[in-house]
């Protein structure tokens, strides 16, 4: 079995797992064969930032992954990943190395898209919180940008 773990760093088994799925610059692949790691791989991820759903699941998928593993991902991925038959495990903490043998044991609750809904109660009330103020502050940041824009716009017509 091929496992993709989201990784913020290119260094193995040693690489920290990203919570952000969608910006992680990394995936570390991990062939594992009944419960023994049997190579391990670092490559970058061709789509982060992209907001690429589908293009991520099919790039996985034509890697022979049938795992992915990270901190957090959104509804929108993991059913990309459901639709290409790829197991999704969020929650995850640490390095690659940390959580490998959990991952291989099962000890992690996959995401299943036949649950009516990703239950929010999968993170801490904290993490929800800090979620929202980031979106808050990113709307700020981008009208900001839009002010700016805006007001280049207007010197280069006058």
Avoid: W
Avoid at 117 to 146: A, P, T, V
Wanted: charged letters at 35%; proline letters at 1%; a negative charge.
């Amino acid at each position: 079995m091929k496992i993709a773990f989201v990784t913020d760093e290119a260094n193995g088994l040693e690489s920290l797992i990203s919570e952000h799925f969608g910006h992680a610059p990394y995936f570390v692949i991990v062939e594992v064969e009944g419960d023994e790691v049997k190579n391990v791989e670092s490559i970058n991820n061709p789509f982060a930032g992209a907001h690429a759903h589908d293009d991520v699941a099919n790039f996985l998928k034509e890697k022979g992954v049938e795992m992915v593993v990270a901190g957090n991902m959104g509804e929108h991925m993991m059913s990309a990943f459901d639709d290409a038959g790829i197991d999704v495990v969020v929650g995850a903490e640490g390095t690659v190395d940390d959580v490998i043998d959990d991952v291989i044991e099962g000890d992690f609750e996959e995401y299943d898209e036949d649950l009516e809904e990703f239950e929010e109660s999968n993170y801490e009330d904290e993490d929800i919180k800090e979620l929202r103020q980031d979106i808050e502050s990113l709307k700020k940041e981008i009208q900001q940008i839009k002010s700016m824009l805006q007001s280049i716009e207007n010197k280069l017509k006058g």
